[in-house]
């Protein structure tokens, strides 16, 4: 980490305890990812009349290049968290959730599903066919690129749907599905 954490303790007193626990799990997370510019983290304490215990509300504020990762743990929203230790659990918890999303997504891990495209077959044999693009291109297809078994139900002319990849060939149709419900125009 670029900068030391701040821990802010309000309406409780601070227990080396507790800053123990909160420096230990903003370590875990600098081991997950290195690069967090700063980490801000305040734990609070709600009074509540109509409740015998105080509620712990946890706030963890994460700085990374090019984002700002925030988790807040409402203490209305569990009872658990009558005891901070287990405020401070889940609301680290979950900024591990976020912050390694944010890694996958820098990463390139998660995957982006391409639009599908619209077609109209334009030819058909026994085991492939060939869709005609709204641009004037001619997209290979195998009757097993075709979703629910579809290949024998389709016939030259059909509209379809389909997700365009490359193949050893040049590009071809994958997930091949007829459309019924919503023609498309010439």
């Given at each position: 980490?670029?900068?030391?954490?701040?821990?802010?303790?309000?309406?409780?007193?601070?227990?080396?305890?507790?800053?123990?626990?909160?420096?230990?799990?903003?370590?875990?997370?600098?081991?997950?990812?290195?690069?967090?510019?700063?980490?801000?983290?305040?734990?609070?304490?709600?009074h509540?009349?109509?409740?015998?215990?105080?509620?712990?509300?946890?706030?963890?504020?994460?700085?990374?290049?090019g984002?700002?990762?925030?988790?807040r743990?409402?203490?209305?929203?569990?009872?658990?968290?009558?005891?901070?230790?287990?405020?401070?659990?889940?609301?680290?918890?979950?900024?591990?959730?976020?912050?390694?999303?944010?890694?996958?997504?820098?990463?390139?891990?998660?995957?982006?599903?391409?639009?599908?495209?619209?077609?109209?077959?334009?030819?058909?044999?026994?085991?492939?066919?060939?869709?005609?693009?709204?641009n004037?291109?001619?997209?290979?297809?195998?009757?097993n690129?075709?979703?629910?078994?579809?290949?024998?139900r389709?016939?030259?002319g059909?509209?379809?749907?389909?997700?365009?990849?490359?193949?050893?060939?040049?590009?071809?149709?994958?997930?091949?599905?007829?459309?019924?419900?919503?023609?498309?125009?010439?």
């Amino acid at each position: 980490m670029q900068l030391t954490p701040e821990i802010t303790f309000r309406g409780l007193e601070p227990t080396p305890a507790i800053e123990s626990k909160i420096r230990a799990r903003v370590a875990r997370l600098d081991r997950y990812y290195p690069r967090i510019m700063s980490c801000r983290v305040i734990i609070e304490s709600h009074h509540r009349h109509h409740r015998k215990g105080k509620l712990y509300h946890v706030r963890v504020d994460l700085t990374v290049p090019g984002s700002e990762l925030v988790v807040r743990r409402e203490p209305e929203a569990h009872q658990s968290h009558e005891d901070a230790y287990v405020a401070i659990r889940d609301a680290f918890d979950a900024m591990d959730r976020q912050l390694e999303d944010f890694a996958r997504r820098q990463r390139g891990d998660i995957k982006t599903h391409e639009a599908a495209s619209h077609g109209r077959v334009i030819e058909l044999s026994a085991d492939y066919g060939r869709i005609g693009t709204l641009n004037g291109r001619s997209i290979y297809f195998h009757r097993n690129s075709v979703v629910d078994k579809g290949f024998d139900r389709l016939e030259v002319g059909s509209e379809v749907r389909y997700v365009e990849t490359s193949g050893e060939e040049g590009p071809q149709a994958s997930m091949v599905s007829p459309i019924s419900k919503h023609p498309i125009s010439d």
